[in-house]
């Protein structure tokens, strides 16, 4: 009879069972399966491999670029321009549409290879022991009750339980976020309620063997292992649009009913209120909606994410999904991890305590050592730099993190290892149970003196007296108690602290274990992971801005709150929660505590994801690292995901829509900084376009709803849009950050695109255009002399539209407050726009100056124009400098109401 998988257990707790019986829960054997066995359960179970879901070609992605109801306009209004012959408008709208879709399919092809990474870490062959014989088969044709072979080097290739362990070591880091080498033990037996990091008689997929050798029965394969089910997640996980993308794609569809509806209005009042011709009025109508849509909006909003991606990558932070550069602007919360991120992810020593007399004495690493080195400092900083297994040679190190942080300590107190001439006799070396480390060393002149290093409370029980530097004296239980209550303040601040003692050794002969109880304690020192040169300042700057730091950390919630209250972060016992707390928590009452909390402690991968959902249930747009493999799912859950360049695995990397190339925190204030910019940016561009085009379809509206005759033709309409649309409109993404970009509170999600200050801006400045343009039209007479009133508004309208581009630079305060060439690509193309806009009209008249006699008006004959004299061109450059004046009046009479009312709030109160 056929097993199922379910009879073969694979779903068992292998870290809470012996190794026997795993594999007799497995119907395997110390010498593996038979292939006929293997082959069935290959059947069974599949192969093992990372399963990647149904991907969409890259056809579908790019005609679902055109499915947006703007753009099907944007395609009619190309269309209905090459049929005009208004062939470089055409041109211009098919390539805005191109490009922007070229953009959204590279983006949505590229976003996620997170598969694809995870697959490259897995092992392409194993070596199995198959009828008691060692056999190396591909990695894919394993299966549960497989026993494979391990040894220093190896990519483990699938989860299994580990039944031989010998002095074995596994790198996690990339699956567990644990940086440190983990000792593997096979006879261990754990609750099942152990922490995955915890779990060490286990090997899992994708990890890799650093020392030792070993065999493990495999248990789960494929999609099974931890591995894969990172894998199922990233896959499930749908990333959800940014808040942008939601609130442009509404705005479009408004506008987009909008501009039909104001080309079906003009229609029916031309036809019925003035009795034109129908085809003439479509015509009309056609142009006007082709006016009123902002065909630059796409690439200008392409261009300023893109702009900013450019900016963040000169300083450190790459941007992988361009709609993730707004969202930076949205930013509420930024969870972000404590190793590395906040701190330097490089222990270093803080302080030392040493003996003067009979009192224990304290310096910090800034202070200077005695002019003579007692000898008890001598000998702890000795002892310091031989009782020790890590390495320092140049830039690069090798070691434990602690004794590296030992070792850094000692070089920089000149007590170089190499420099000190002494050979290593033993060693005991530390293991959890003595909590110590022993060596024996031995200089040119006989001398033989032992060091040791270990946890204070060990050491101080093992130390008969102490050196104070001139003498030996016994340490009697008052001087115990007073030196562990200076140690446990030192640990209160989250240093790691290590006592040093030392017993010179007379005679030829010795026992180790004898002399570990005749020590002479010389001092102590305290480490810690420092927080990073600037990240105090950054998290300053988030307070100022309105956004909201969390820590998350897999460290101690001590650890944390130490480090937390260096660097800014509100910290005492209630804005804590533990892993162990959310274990117990569901996402709906996590969703109710968060906005109190502020640390998150001995969290793992998964609660993070739990984090993120909690942040989105209350509305906020929140920024989450990480830089392991487990990290992926909450990085691709994020509003935005920022991996770690330096420490990062290849899968966050993938996963994430942001990498920070330097590791810092003071980068993501940067980056959210330059994603307000890009916002304002895009903010100040639909200001500019929606002003001019309400006054292009305004003044064709009111000269018909006036019994006037149009006072624009199509191409000179389609024209308009071409000047005003084309560079000065593009040129206002690279716009400068404003002042006090970082002291405003965040935007809010959820507020609409277009705000009420922005209509009340369009309105004004666009009716004013308005009036202004019509008042020309009146002024130069449309009924004597139709040719040069028509001109008359087509040169003010864009001449007054240039203008209003300097306008929107500032929405709050003078144009003359800011350099008019601190962004010089809007002036330069201001000026080009500007000669481009007087040779359509004046065009025909310089070609005859310079000696084309023969000549004829092609120009003004294609645009309908006739050149203009001086005095209309100072009307007209009159009417553009008005543009300014007036948003000047506005501003005036702005600042004077909200100075009125700051002193009326602050006298009331």
Same mark, same amino acid.
């Given at each position: 009879?056929?097993?199922?998988?379910?009879?073969?257990?694979?779903?068992?707790?292998?870290?809470?069972?012996?190794?026997?019986?795993?594999?007799?829960?497995?119907?395997?054997?110390?010498?593996?399966?038979?292939?006929?066995e293997?082959?069935?359960?290959?059947?069974?179970?599949?192969?093992?491999?990372? /399963?990647? &879901?149904?991907?969409?070609?890259?056809?579908q992605?790019?005609?679902?670029?055109?499915?947006?109801?703007?753009?099907?306009?944007?395609?009619?209004?190309?269309?209905?321009?090459?049929?005009? !012959?208004?062939?470089?408008?055409?041109?211009?709208i098919?390539?805005?549409?191109?490009?922007?879709?070229?953009?959204?399919?590279?983006?949505?092809?590229?976003?996620?290879r997170?598969?694809?990474a995870?697959?490259?870490?897995t092992?392409?062959?194993?070596?199995?022991?198959?009828?008691?014989?060692?056999?190396?088969?591909?990695?894919?044709?394993?299966?549960?009750?497989?026993?494979?072979?391990? /040894?220093?080097?190896?990519?483990?290739?699938?989860?299994?339980?580990?039944i031989?362990?010998?002095?074995?070591?596994t790198?996690e880091?990339?699956?567990?976020?644990?940086?440190?080498?983990v000792?593997?033990?096979?006879?261990?037996?754990?609750?099942?309620?152990?922490?995955?990091?915890?779990?060490?008689?286990?090997?899992?997929?994708?990890?890799?063997?650093?020392?030792?050798?070993?065999?493990?029965?495999i248990?789960?394969?494929?999609?099974?292992?931890?591995?894969?089910?990172?894998?199922?997640?990233?896959?499930?996980?749908?990333?959800?649009?940014?808040?942008?993308?939601?609130?442009?794609?509404?705005? !479009?569809?408004?506008?987009?009913?909008l501009?039909?509806?104001?080309?079906?209005?003009?229609?029916?009042?031309?036809?019925?209120?003035?009795?034109?011709?129908?085809?003439?009025?479509?015509?009309?109508?056609?142009?006007?909606?082709?006016?009123?849509?902002?065909?630059?909006?796409?690439?200008?909003?392409?261009?300023?994410?893109?702009?900013?991606?450019?900016?963040?990558?000169?300083r450190?932070a790459?941007v992988k999904?361009?709609?993730?550069?707004?969202?930076?602007?949205?930013?509420?919360v930024?969870?972000?991890?404590?190793?590395?991120?906040?701190?330097?992810?490089?222990?270093?020593?803080?302080?030392?305590?040493y003996?003067?007399?009979?009192?224990?004495?304290?310096?910090?690493?800034?202070?200077?050592?005695?002019n003579?080195?007692?000898?008890?400092?001598?000998?702890?900083?000795?002892?310091?730099?031989l009782?020790?297994?890590?390495?320092?040679? !140049?830039?690069?190190e090798?070691?434990?993190?602690?004794?590296?942080?030992?070792?850094?300590?000692?070089?920089h107190?000149?007590?170089?290892?190499n420099?000190?001439?002494?050979?290593r006799?033993?060693?005991?070396?530390?293991?959890?149970?003595?909590?110590?480390?022993?060596?024996?060393?031995?200089?040119?002149?006989?001398?033989?003196i032992?060091?040791?290093?270990?946890?204070p409370?060990?050491?101080?029980?093992?130390?008969?007296?102490?050196?104070?530097?001139?003498?030996?004296?016994?340490?009697?239980?008052?001087?115990?108690?007073?030196?562990?209550?200076?140690?446990?303040?030192?640990?209160?601040?989250?240093?790691?602290?290590?006592?040093?003692?030392?017993?010179?050794?007379?005679?030829?002969?010795?026992?180790?274990?004898?002399?570990?109880?005749?020590?002479?304690?010389?001092?102590?020192?305290g480490?810690?992971?420092?927080?990073?040169?600037?990240?105090?300042?950054?998290?300053?700057?988030?307070?100022?801005?309105?956004?909201?730091?969390?820590?998350?950390?897999?460290?101690?919630?001590?650890?944390?709150?130490?480090?937390?209250?260096?660097? &800014?972060?509100?910290?005492?016992?209630?804005?804590?929660?533990? &892993?162990?707390?959310?274990?117990?928590?569901?996402?709906?009452?996590?969703?109710?505590?968060?906005?109190?909390?502020?640390?998150?402690?001995r $969290?793992?991968?998964?609660?993070?994801?739990?984090?993120?959902?909690?942040?989105?249930?209350?509305?906020?747009?929140?920024?989450?690292?990480?830089?392991?493999?487990?990290?992926?799912?909450?990085?691709? !859950?994020?509003?935005?995901?920022?991996?770690?360049?330096?420490?990062?695995?290849?899968?966050?990397?993938?996963?994430?829509?942001?990498?920070?190339?330097?590791d810092?925190?003071?980068?993501?204030?940067?980056?959210?900084?330059?994603?307000?910019?890009?916002?304002?940016?895009?903010?100040?561009?639909?200001?500019?376009?929606?002003?001019?085009?309400?006054?292009?379809?305004?003044?064709?509206?009111?000269?018909?709803?006036?019994? @006037?005759?149009?006072?624009?033709?199509?191409?000179?309409?389609?024209?308009?849009?071409?000047?005003?649309?084309?560079?000065?409109?593009?040129?206002?993404?690279?716009?400068?950050?404003?002042?006090?970009?970082?002291?405003?509170?965040?935007?809010?999600?959820?507020?609409?695109?277009?705000?009420?200050?922005?209509?009340?801006?369009?309105?004004?400045?666009?009716?004013? $255009?308005?009036?202004?343009?019509?008042?020309?039209?009146?002024?130069?007479?449309?009924?004597?002399n139709?040719l040069?009133?028509?001109?008359?508004?087509?040169?003010?309208?864009?001449?007054?539209?240039?203008?209003?581009?300097?306008?929107?630079?500032h929405?709050?305060?003078?144009?003359?407050?800011?350099?008019?060439?601190?962004?010089?690509?809007?002036?330069?193309?201001?000026?080009?726009?500007?000669?481009?806009?007087?040779?359509?009209i004046?065009?025909?008249?310089?070609?005859? @100056?310079?000696?084309?006699?023969?000549?004829?008006?092609?120009i &003004?004959?294609?645009?309908?124009?006739?050149?203009?004299?001086?005095?209309?061109?100072?009307?007209?450059?009159?009417?553009? $400098?008005?543009?300014?004046?007036?948003?000047?009046?506005?501003?005036?009479?702005?600042?004077?109401?909200?100075?009125?009312?700051?002193?009326?709030?602050?006298s009331?109160?």
């Amino acid at each position: 009879m056929t097993e199922t998988p379910t009879q073969i257990l694979i779903d068992k707790p292998y870290h809470s069972v012996n190794k026997y019986q795993a594999l007799e829960f497995l119907r395997s054997s110390p010498k593996g399966l038979t292939e006929e066995e293997a082959q069935r359960r290959l059947e069974i179970f599949g192969h093992n491999q990372l /399963e990647e &879901g149904e991907k969409t070609s890259i056809w579908q992605i790019f005609l679902e670029q055109f499915k947006d109801l703007l753009v099907i306009i944007l395609l009619f209004a190309a269309i209905y321009s090459a049929f005009e !012959g208004s062939y470089n408008e055409a041109l211009l709208i098919a390539v805005i549409l191109v490009l922007n879709a070229i953009v959204g399919v590279y983006q949505e092809w590229k976003a996620d290879r997170a598969i694809e990474a995870l697959r490259a870490m897995t092992a392409p062959v194993s070596r199995v022991l198959r009828d008691g014989v060692v056999k190396e088969i591909p990695s894919e044709l394993l299966v549960p009750g497989d026993v494979v072979l391990l /040894e220093a080097g190896d990519r483990i290739p699938a989860d299994g339980r580990l039944i031989e362990a010998f002095n074995l070591r596994t790198e996690e880091g990339a699956l567990t976020g644990e940086s440190t080498e983990v000792n593997k033990s096979s006879e261990m037996v754990f609750p099942q309620r152990t922490a995955l990091p915890d779990r060490t008689n286990l090997v899992f997929m994708g990890t890799h063997v650093t020392f030792g050798r070993g065999k493990a029965v495999i248990f789960a394969t494929g999609m099974q292992t931890e591995m894969g089910k990172i894998a199922e997640a990233v896959q499930t996980i749908e990333e959800e649009p940014t808040p942008f993308q939601v609130r442009f794609e509404k705005f !479009g569809k408004q506008l987009g009913y909008l501009i039909l509806g104001i080309a079906a209005i003009v229609v029916i009042a031309g036809v019925t209120l003035q009795g034109e011709d129908l085809l003439f009025m479509i015509e009309i109508g056609v142009s006007m909606a082709v006016a009123a849509i902002p065909e630059g909006l796409p690439i200008v909003i392409t261009l300023a994410l893109a702009l900013g991606v450019q900016r963040m990558a000169r300083r450190n932070a790459i941007v992988k999904k361009l709609p993730t550069v707004e969202s930076l602007g949205s930013a509420t919360v930024i969870c972000s991890d404590k190793t590395g991120t906040l701190t330097m992810h490089r222990m270093t020593v803080t302080d030392v305590v040493y003996f003067q007399d009979r009192n224990p004495k304290q310096l910090s690493r800034n202070d200077n050592f005695p002019n003579e080195i007692p000898l008890n400092l001598k000998r702890m900083y000795e002892g310091a730099a031989l009782c020790i297994n890590a390495s320092i040679n !140049g830039e690069e190190e090798h070691g434990d993190p602690t004794e590296l942080a030992i070792l850094r300590e000692a070089i920089h107190r000149g007590f170089d290892p190499n420099k000190i001439v002494a050979t290593r006799l033993d060693e005991i070396p530390f293991d959890s149970e003595r909590k110590r480390m022993t060596v024996v060393m031995e200089y040119p002149d006989g001398k033989r003196i032992a060091y040791m290093k270990g946890a204070p409370e060990v050491l101080l029980d093992l130390c008969h007296a102490f050196d104070n530097g001139k003498e030996i004296l016994p340490i009697n239980d008052d001087l115990r108690e007073r030196l562990m209550t200076q140690v446990e303040a030192m640990a209160s601040k989250a240093l790691r602290v290590l006592a040093f003692a030392y017993h010179e050794l007379k005679e030829e002969a010795y026992n180790v274990y004898e002399f570990e109880k005749k020590m002479v304690l010389a001092g102590f020192m305290g480490m810690i992971d420092p927080p990073k040169p600037g990240v105090k300042e950054a998290i300053q700057a988030c307070n100022t801005a309105g956004i909201k730091v969390k820590m998350v950390t897999g460290d101690h919630a001590k650890t944390a709150i130490a480090i937390a209250r260096q660097i &800014g972060i509100p910290a005492d016992d209630d804005s804590v929660i533990t &892993g162990h707390d959310l274990d117990e928590m569901s996402v709906e009452e996590l969703t109710e505590k968060i906005e109190h909390v502020s640390i998150f402690a001995r $969290i793992s991968p998964i609660h993070k994801l739990n984090i993120v959902r909690a942040l989105k249930n209350r509305g906020e747009v929140g920024a989450m690292t990480g830089d392991g493999v487990n990290d992926a799912p909450a990085l691709k !859950g994020a509003d935005i995901g920022i991996a770690m360049g330096i420490t990062g695995t290849d899968v966050s990397k993938e996963t994430a829509s942001i990498v920070l190339a330097d590791d810092n925190f003071a980068t993501i204030v940067m980056a959210i900084e330059e994603g307000r910019t890009v916002f304002e940016n895009i903010n100040k561009f639909i200001r500019y376009m929606f002003s001019s085009n309400f006054a292009e379809v305004m003044v064709v509206f009111l000269a018909i709803l006036f019994g @006037w005759p149009p006072p624009l033709v199509a191409v000179q309409i389609l024209w308009i849009n071409l000047i005003t649309d084309g560079a000065p409109a593009l040129a206002m993404s690279a716009e400068p950050p404003e002042e006090d970009v970082m002291q405003r509170p965040p935007r809010d999600p959820q507020a609409p695109l277009m705000s009420l200050d922005m209509m009340l801006y369009i309105l004004r400045i666009g009716m004013f $255009i308005t009036i202004v343009t019509l008042g020309l039209y009146y002024y130069t007479g449309y009924e004597e002399n139709y040719l040069k009133a028509s001109t008359m508004v087509f040169a003010s309208l864009s001449i007054m539209q240039l203008f209003n581009a300097f306008n929107v630079r500032h929405l709050k305060t003078s144009v003359l407050n800011k350099s008019i060439f601190a962004n010089r690509s809007l002036v330069i193309a201001t000026i080009g726009a500007l000669f481009a806009q007087i040779f359509v009209i004046q065009g025909d008249r310089w070609i005859r @100056w310079i000696g084309n006699s023969g000549h004829t008006n092609t120009i &003004g004959a294609t645009f309908h124009t006739v050149p203009l004299d001086l005095k209309e061109w100072g009307l007209v450059f009159l009417a553009g $400098i008005s543009t300014i004046l007036i948003e000047e009046l506005a501003k005036l009479i702005k600042s004077i109401v909200e100075h009125q009312q700051r002193r009326k709030d602050t006298s009331s109160v």
